[in-house]
Nanobody, 125 residues
């Protein structure tokens, strides 16, 4: 059973940076796609970014494009989210997710079958 474990969250000032990690453990890990979502209090879970595991192609939400970078290390079974120029509206619990099949709508959280427990990111203004 594959488990996803996020780390790297914390408190940062507006304009600062954080790097989140999501490490997969368990049985053979070979997802089709990995993604980051986030959920702020009182709001729905929101797509942040995704990466295709075999070729590293990426897609970003409009709200994170140009500020966030998703990457992966296949040898370490780890996906990263480098977050730069953070804003107060980036405050949320960040989750990584894995999909084992083709996902037509990468922003649809229901298409991802494995989820981490989440890591809190708080941006102070």
């Amino acid at each position: 059973q594959v488990q996803l474990v996020e780390s790297g969250g914390g408190l940062v000032q507006a304009g600062g940076s954080l790097r989140l990690s999501c490490a997969a453990s368990g049985s053979t890990f070979s997802p089709y796609r990995m993604a980051w979502f986030r959920q702020a209090p009182g709001k729905e879970r929101e797509f942040v970014a995704t990466i295709r595991w075999n070729d590293g192609s990426t897609i970003y939400a409009d709200s994170t494009k140009g500020r966030f970078i998703i990457s992966r290390d296949n040898a370490k079974n780890t996906v990263y989210l480098q977050m730069n120029s953070l804003k107060s509206e980036d405050t949320a619990v960040y989750y990584c997710a894995a999909a084992n099949a083709v996902v037509l709508r990468v922003s649809d959280s229901g298409r991802y079958t494995r989820w981490g427990q989440g890591t809190q990111v708080t941006v102070s203004s």
